[in-house]
T-cell receptor
Framework: DAKTTQPTSMDCAEGRAANLPCNHS???????VYWYRQIHSQGPQYIIH???NNETNEMASLIITEDRKSSTLILPHATLRDTAVYYC???????????????FGSGTQLTVLP | EAQVTQNPRYLITVTGKKLTVTCSQN?????MSWYRQDPGLGLRQIYY???????DKGDVPEGYKVSRKEKRNFPLILESPSPNQTSLYFC?????????????FGQGTRLTVV
């Protein structure tokens, strides 16, 4: 699976959009981009995933660049409860449900400030 | 409510005393796995199971056993715990190994071996 690079930490004001970047320059055509988050010592929580088109769900939006070498997770109106470590993970398409093996890097600690 | 349930949430034990951490999911998922999380090392997969009676080693299986006698349950067994198994443990499940699907994680079990 491709390696990802994320900033170690970011701050965001409550109510503002949080934009979390992820670089995955070695991504191949059959790899998905997944985002999970982990609120302090709780189990990781799935947020969203995509292949090449932008995706949106009730939690967030995922913007993937045209060359697929980077992506941005957008939390449109961050709240204090969004403070967590956010993990960007690249996994091969078709390798199954992502519980198969998720390689969690260090992630980005997002702190939402009041 | 769809969930993965681990028990116990917290456990302090002594070296060499066998213990079992239970994991149960109510979503009829085929795939289940166990991770441990340690500071600076992230989440690492211990064992996984693709279906009933099918289990395999992950990245750090030494000192652990698992079983999958029923689809919903995937217990983690430490036959002779040692202090280096002090960690935060997570169980995860996902619907199938053939699709890119989200993983559902339990709330974690914090184990201390003294």
């Amino acid at each position: 699976d491709a390696k990802t690079t994320q900033p170690t930490s970011m701050d965001c004001a409550e109510g503002r959009a949080a934009n979390l970047p992820c670089n995955h320059s070695t991504i191949s055509g059959n790899e998905y981009v997944y985002w999970y988050r982990q609120i302090h010592s709780q189990g990781p929580q799935y947020i969203i995933h995509g292949l090449k088109n932008n995706e949106t769900n009730e939690m967030a939006s995922l913007i993937i660049t045209e060359d697929r070498k980077s992506s941005t997770l957008i939390l449109p109106h961050a709240t204090l409860r969004d403070t967590a470590v956010y993990y960007c993970i690249v996994r091969v398409k078709g390798r199954g449900g992502s519980a198969r093996q998720l390689t969690f890097g260090s992630g980005t600690q997002l702190t939402v400030l009041p | 409510e769809a969930q993965v349930t681990q028990n116990p949430r917290y456990l302090i034990t002594v070296t060499g005393k066998k213990l079992t951490v239970t994991c149960s999911q109510n979503m009829n998922h085929e795939y289940m796995s166990w991770y441990r999380q340690d500071p600076g090392l992230g989440l690492r997969q211990i064992y996984y199971s693709m279906n009933v009676e099918v289990t395999d080693k992950g990245d750090v299986p030494e000192g652990y056993k698992v079983s999958r006698k029923e689809k919903r349950n995937f217990p983690l067994i430490l036959e002779s715990p040692s202090p280096n198994q002090t960690s935060l443990y997570f169980c995860a499940s996902s619907p199938t190994i053939r699709e890119n699907t989200e993983a559902f994680f339990g709330q974690g079990t914090r184990l201390t071996v003294v």
